[in-house]
C-alpha cells in the first residue's frame, strides 16, 4: 500500500532550536518525495524535493530508503518557520499522497 | 501569471444538493488534479484530467465526477451531496509527463455542506 506517515501532529520549538519533522513512507518501488508547506492563510506550495537535493529556506531533506524515511530538518528554527507541513510521495509526478501533516509551532 | 484559480472560494450547501468547483491552471500547463481536504487531514487526490479525458482516479465515490475543457480549466461535481463532503477541495495543474514537473495548487473551495 501506498502511504505517508506523520508521527506529530504538532511539534513545537523554541526559536534557535533545531527542527526535525519525521516522515515514513510505504511505497513497492522508487516514489519521488516531497515536502510541502502552508503559511497561515496561503496556499499549499512546495518546499523541497529530493530529487534536486536543494536546502530552501534552511530546510534539507534527505532520504533514507532503508528505513523508509524522509525527515525534514533545520539547525536553527526562525518563527517564519510557523506552518502546516506535509511530507508527500508521488508515483508519478502528477499524483500525489500526502501524509497527514505536522503543525510546527515556533516558539519565541 | 495569476497561477491556479479556483471558484468559488467558499459555498454553503444542503445535503442531497449538487454543487460544481471551477479551476483554471497555471499558464502554460495542460492536466488538472483535484484533492480533497478534510478538516486536519493531508489531500486526498480525488482525480485528475488531461487532453480532456479522466487519466487517473482516488478512492472516491462516482458522486464526484469531473470535466476538462479545451482551454485546460476544469470543473469537480459532487451529487447528493453528503456531510462528510465538507472539506476544503484543491486544485492542482502540472505539465503532463514532464521531468522534473513541478505541481502548483490554488488556494482552494471550501464546502460546507448543512
Known amino acids: 500500500a501506498q502511504r505517508v506517515t506523520q508521527p506529530e501532529k504538532l511539534l513545537s520549538v523554541f526559536k534557535g532550536a533545531p527542527v526535525e519533522l519525521k516522515c515514513n513512507y510505504s511505497y513497492s518501488g522508487s516514489p519521488e518525495l516531497f515536502w510541502y508547506v502552508q503559511y497561515s492563510r496561503q496556499r499549499l506550495q512546495l518546499l523541497l524535493r529530493?530529487?534536486s537535493r536543494e536546502s530552501i529556506k534552511g530546510f534539507t531533506a534527505d532520504l533514507n530508503k532503508g528505513e523508509t524515511s524522509f525527515h525534514l530538518k533545520k539547525p536553527f528554527a526562525q518563527e517564519e518557520d510557523s506552518a502546516m507541513y506535509y511530507c508527500?510521495?508521488?508515483?508519478?509526478?502528477?499524483?500525489?499522497?500526502f501524509g497527514k501533516g505536522t503543525r510546527l509551532h515556533i516558539l519565541p | 501569471d495569476a497561477g491556479v484559480t479556483q471558484s468559488p472560494t467558499h459555498l454553503i450547501k444542503t445535503r442531497g444538493q449538487q454543487v460544481t468547483l471551477r479551476c483554471s491552471p497555471k499558464?502554460?500547463?495542460?492536466?488538472v488534479s483535484w484533492y480533497q481536504q478534510a478538516l486536519g487531514q493531508g489531500p486526498q487526490f480525488i482525480f485528475q484530467?488531461?487532453?480532456?479525458?479522466?487519466?487517473q482516479r482516488g478512492n472516491f465515490p462516482d458522486r464526484f465526477s469531473g470535466h476538462q475543457f479545451p482551454n485546460y480549466s476544469s470543473e469537480l461535481n459532487v451529487n447528493a451531496l453528503l456531510l462528510g463532503d465538507s472539506a476544503l477541495y484543491l486544485c492542482a495543474s502540472s505539465l503532463y509527463a514532464a521531468a522534473g514537473n513541478t505541481i502548483y495548487f490554488g488556494e482552494g473551495s471550501w464546502l460546507t455542506v448543512v
Open positions: 499558464s502554460g500547463h495542460d492536466t
Open positions: 508527500a510521495l508521488s508515483p508519478r509526478d502528477d499524483k500525489i499522497i
Open positions: 529530493h530529487i
Open positions: 484530467y488531461y487532453e480532456e479525458e479522466e487519466r
